[in-house]
């Protein structure tokens, strides 16, 4: 067994020191370490989308990453967009149009909206499932989830955009 | 835990990432981007003695864009997608790099990392192929340019670097003037490898075609299209010679089955697509001031 390596974890905004083996991925570590289980993991090879989270603001898989590599980075988990008890306007968005049944792919699939939002404030339907064709679900049928990004989207706008 | 063990190292300059590979050599594996080596990791496919993590080496991250186009092979896929510097002097390769994958794959994957890795149906290699790029491996005894075909030789998911070399930058050398592209690939889905893709530069004089660089991917290896290229150089634009080249490119290409469709119907595609590409680049032109 390689030794292990202590590690920084800047995670929804507070930092956290693990001890971790170099091959144990950034996933299993939130997951894990950091009991942040909101973080799923389908695939772990990086097709399904359900372990996306936000490393420094930019969406990536944690499945393909390792936890020694995310050292002192700002990450962002599905347990860290909601503002206290009040939804982010993504999670309010999935939970009025039905975007989510079982709710597997849901994280990864919010973290993902939030990404294309932040990039397009006005995102049509087309863009929506381009952009989140990495993200897969095997439950609704993708119309509702297509629906509650556009509608989050709508929301953000008229928040100010703010994410 | 997904991944065997292995000692980690995280280097942060050129010179000491090559001494660990002359130190740890065929046991070390370089990690780039992770997008495919994780995965491999994961499935315990690839079970490196010593992942060597060039992440933290800087300087390998970078374009530049005097006269020709140098890019280092730590550049994120997202950022050679969006550099205007790039799009202004091949706007075939952001057009290729959208359909690599996903934006959260993209944003890790670097371009060394593709062309190291050698997927038979990744977009760089054969773009890259279709561009005249050479690349510059380093080792802790000196360093060699190699053009884009020797690198991958008739390789998948392998190329003619050594195991204690580092693949550094990728050249690329300017766009004639009056050169346009046109790119095309089949994907099941959007993001999803490519069934078979074709990467078309061509540069006319007036409406001769003077000038013709296409590069295929999707078969057994990423390959130039030759009798294509044959088949264009001389040639008026126009119907008759993409058809000629089409059928130029079916003959080239090293077809091959597996369970997303049979090397019959990817022959095909190649035709098609080549035929498409180059009616994508008569209509628009690219690169250079054109
Ligand atoms: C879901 C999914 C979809 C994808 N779709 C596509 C697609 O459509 N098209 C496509 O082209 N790719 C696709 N990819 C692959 C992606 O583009 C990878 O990022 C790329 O192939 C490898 O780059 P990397 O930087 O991640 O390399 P890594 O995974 O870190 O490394 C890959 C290999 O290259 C070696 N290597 C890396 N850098 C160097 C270097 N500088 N010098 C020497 N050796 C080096 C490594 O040792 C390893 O063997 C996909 C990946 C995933 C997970
Ligand atoms: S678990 Fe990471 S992409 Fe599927
Ligand atoms: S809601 Fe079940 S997988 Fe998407």
């Given at each position: 067994m390689a030794e292990n390596m202590s590690v920084v974890l800047n995670v929804n905004g507070s930092g956290r020191s693990v001890s971790v083996?170099?091959?144990?991925t950034l996933a299993d570590a939130i997951r894990e370490d950091l009991g942040l289980t909101g973080t799923h993991l389908g695939c772990e090879h990086g097709v399904c989308g359900a372990c996306t989270i936000l490393l420094d603001g930019e969406v990536v898989r944690s499945c393909l990453m390792l936890a020694v590599q995310a050292d002192g980075a700002e990450i962002t988990t599905i347990e860290g967009i909601a503002d206290g008890d009040a939804l982010h306007p993504m999670q309010s968005a999935f939970s009025e149009y039905h975007g989510?049944?079982?709710?597997?792919?849901t994280p990864g699939m919010i973290l993902a909206g939030i990404d294309v939002v932040s990039r397009n404030p006005d995102p049509s339907p087309q863009e929506i499932r381009e952009e989140m064709g990495g993200n897969i679900c095997r439950c609704t049928g993708y119309q509702k989830i297509v629906e509650s990004v556009q509608a989050a989207a709508a929301a953000m706008s008229a928040e100010g955009g703010s994410a | 835990m997904k991944p065997a063990v292995f000692d980690y190292s995280a280097p942060e300059s050129i010179a000491e990432a090559l001494g660990l590979l002359a130190e740890h050599g065929s046991g070390a594996k370089v990690l780039a981007g992770g997008q495919s080596l994780v995965p491999m990791l994961n499935f315990r496919l690839a079970r490196p003695a010593h992942l060597i993590d060039i992440n933290g080496v800087d300087s390998l991250s970078y374009i530049s864009a005097n006269g020709a186009l140098r890019i280092g092979s730590m550049t994120r896929l997202t950022a050679l997608g969006e550099s205007g510097d790039v799009a202004g002097a091949h706007p075939i390769i952001p057009a290729a790099v959208a359909q690599i994958g996903h934006r959260a794959i993209r944003n890790r994957g670097t371009i060394g990392g593709s062309l190291a890795h050698n997927d038979p149906a990744a977009e760089l290699p054969a773009v890259l192929m279709a561009l005249d790029a050479e690349v510059t491996a380093r080792s802790a005894d000196g360093e060699r340019v190699v053009g884009m075909q020797d690198l991958i030789e008739d390789r998948l998911f392998d190329t003619t670097l050594d195991d204690t070399e580092l693949l550094t930058e990728i050249r690329i050398p300017a766009a004639a003037a009056s050169s346009s592209f046109g790119f095309q690939e089949f994907a099941r889905?959007?993001?999803?490898?490519?069934?078979a893709g074709v990467a078309a530069v061509i540069t006319t004089d007036g409406s001769t075609i003077t000038h013709a660089a296409l590069g295929a991917f999707g078969g057994t290896h990423a390959t130039r299209l030759p009798t294509a290229e044959a088949a264009l150089v001389g040639a008026e634009t126009g119907d008759a010679a993409f058809a000629a080249a089409g059928a130029g490119a079916a003959a080239d290409f090293p077809s091959t089955s597996d369970v997303h469709g049979t090397a019959e119907y990817r022959s095909h595609l190649i035709n098609v697509l080549t035929v498409r590409a180059l009616n994508d680049a008569a209509g628009h032109t690219g690169g250079g001031n054109g």
């Open positions: 083996e170099p091959r144990k989510l049944q079982c709710g597997f792919c | 889905r959007h993001g999803d490898f490519a069934l």
